[in-house]
């Protein structure tokens, strides 16, 4: 049972409601766009999984939805067509008051990173974008730095690791300067920008650094001494 699905059948959904917006749970008064709710799914897949629950308004008012059926043609066209590769999801319909309210179950997924497919255009290059990643942090669903991109592919490989001249530059640095970006490490080391990240993941995959995004920067630094 994965631990989104643990948590709706130990929580009700007045519980679930009361708890208010947070990294696990966003609300949906209604939907209108199989683009649009396929941002919080593809962001949930990416993160620690999450429940998205249609009928509900931002102030914790469940108004519920006009049409079952419509709604769930929207989901499922959001899951078809709006992000590759398809996440699994559960649906369950939930009713309080006479009102039916959707909960959309998205557990964790194994094979993220998940892409949130949306046709738009970038206002400083004039160029299309069809592509676009996501993940949660607290209750807000934030665009994926290339950084977390690499770490999420790098999950799927064995790790690999190696402790040379480079490495031993970077532990020094870090105790010097406290961070470093992928970019400043490609420098140090002099090596391109992919082999300086695929290093750097590793290390964070191994425990020995730590992965930080702060806004729109993502840095490597050395983990805190508190942690494990």
Do not use: W
Not at 106 to 117: A, G, L
């Amino acid at each position: 049972m994965t631990p989104i699905r643990s948590r709706v059948e130990q929580l009700s959904l007045c519980e679930l409601v009361a708890e208010g917006e947070n990294e696990r749970t966003e609300f949906k008064r209604l939907v209108h766009s199989p683009c649009k709710i396929a941002k919080p799914i593809t962001a949930f897949a990416n993160s620690s999984g999450g429940i998205i629950l249609i009928g509900v308004d931002d102030d914790k008012r469940i108004v519920g939805i006009h049409s079952e059926k419509e709604t769930l043609e929207i989901v499922h066209d959001a899951v078809r067509f709006h992000i590759e590769p398809e996440p699994e999801i559960d649906i369950y319909v939930e009713e309080f008051k006479r009102r039916l309210v959707l909960m959309v179950l998205v557990p964790e997924s194994p094979d993220k990173p998940h892409y949130h497919i949306e046709h738009t255009t970038d206002p400083r290059t004039n160029r299309s974008i069809t592509e676009k990643r996501y993940a949660r942090e607290g209750s807000r669903n934030r665009a994926l730095c290339d950084d977390r991109i690499s770490l999420m592919q790098s999950g799927k490989k064995p790790l690999k690791l190696s402790f040379g001249t480079a490495e031993k530059m970077l532990f020094g640095y870090l105790q010097q300067h406290a961070r470093i970006t992928a970019e400043e490490y490609g420098k140090l080391a002099g090596v391109p920008l992919a082999e300086a990240r695929e290093t750097l993941v590793g290390l964070v995959r191994s425990g020995a650094i730590v992965l930080v995004s702060e806004r729109k920067q993502s840095f490597y630094a050395l983990p805190a001494p508190d942690m494990p």
